[in-house]
């Protein structure tokens, strides 16, 4: 008999990413968004769409009922673990027995805000007496989704690592690594790391994105508050920025450069690279 899995935000990077891959296995999949009209390709792949609410510990139960196991992404702030413990009482009050959470890398060896505000949500989950598997993952290569536009219009990629190398890893990876422990029972109490690869640098991004874009792109650093601030004026709150900047500063010194053997160990195949995932989409830098 098939698995039923709740998959949150199921219309973001990787939640929707993990559709996909549930459904590839034959899983039956309820996809929880917060704005069912976004949901019509959901709906179209074979996902049942649920509305889900964060703030509606009743209505998420109600969302989760009849899943065996929850894919649980939350928006990642001073409120996360908040947001986790009111996911986790949902999961439990709906029969659901094991949760696979997106974590981020190393938040148990760092001490700065999003690596304090996923382990809180780590240890509530922990807590919680459910089964439970952890993906902790580098940066998404579908970040660079984000510098399409000045790539674009002037040319100009803004590079937030420094010269540090990063092995960024992409969103489908995830979604294919979180299926895999959401349908096997062998995976729970487990942590992963999920990585690209290979760590790359900023010359090999600008150089890359420069040629799928069929222009020269030009590198320019930015980091601390100019970054923050820039945050802030696309709309996140100054908390978020600041943490968010400050998540990128830490990167920038090398922490998220090495490389784990965990996706591979648990698809089967190598991560996929950069370079490939640049061919793929080098219309939308054009």
Not at 58 to 77: N, W
Not at 255 to 269: A, C, M, N, Q, W
Request: net charge neutral.
């Amino acid at each position: 008999m098939s698995k039923t899995i709740f998959v949150s935000g199921a219309t973001g990077t990787t939640g929707g990413a993990t559709v996909r891959a549930l459904l590839a296995k034959g899983a039956n999949v309820l996809a929880g968004v917060h704005s069912p009209e976004k949901a019509g390709l959901l709906t179209a792949l074979g996902a049942t769409v649920r509305p889900f609410d964060l703030a509606d510990v009743t209505g998420m139960t109600e969302a989760m009922r009849g899943a065996d196991g929850l894919y649980l992404v939350t928006p990642v702030s001073d409120q996360t673990e908040a947001l986790t413990i009111s996911m986790v009482e949902a999961a439990k009050a709906a029969g659901v027995s094991h949760v696979v959470k997106l974590s981020g890398l190393d938040v148990d060896k760092a001490s700065f805000a999003f690596a304090r505000w996923h382990l809180a949500a780590e240890t509530a989950i922990r807590a919680s007496g459910l089964g439970w598997t952890f993906l902790r993952s580098n940066a998404f290569i579908q970040n660079l989704f984000g510098a399409a536009d000045p790539i674009k219009t002037r040319g100009v990629y803004y590079n937030t690592y420094g010269s540090a190398q990063v092995s960024m890893v992409d969103a489908r990876d995830i979604g294919d690594v979180a299926a895999t422990a959401l349908l096997l029972k062998d995976h729970k109490g487990k942590i992963y790391s999920l990585t690209g690869p290979r760590g790359v640098v900023n010359d090999e991004v600008t150089r890359l994105l420069g040629e799928a874009a069929g222009r020269p792109v030009t590198s320019i650093d930015v980091g601390g508050e100019q970054l923050a601030q820039a945050f802030v004026g696309l709309g996140m709150p100054a908390a978020v920025a600041a943490a968010t900047a400050e998540l990128l500063g830490q990167m920038a010194t090398g922490t998220s450069s090495y490389v784990s053997p965990d996706v591979e160990t648990l698809i089967g195949r190598p991560p996929r690279d950069l370079a490939q995932w640049v061919r793929e989409n080098a219309q939308a830098f054009r």
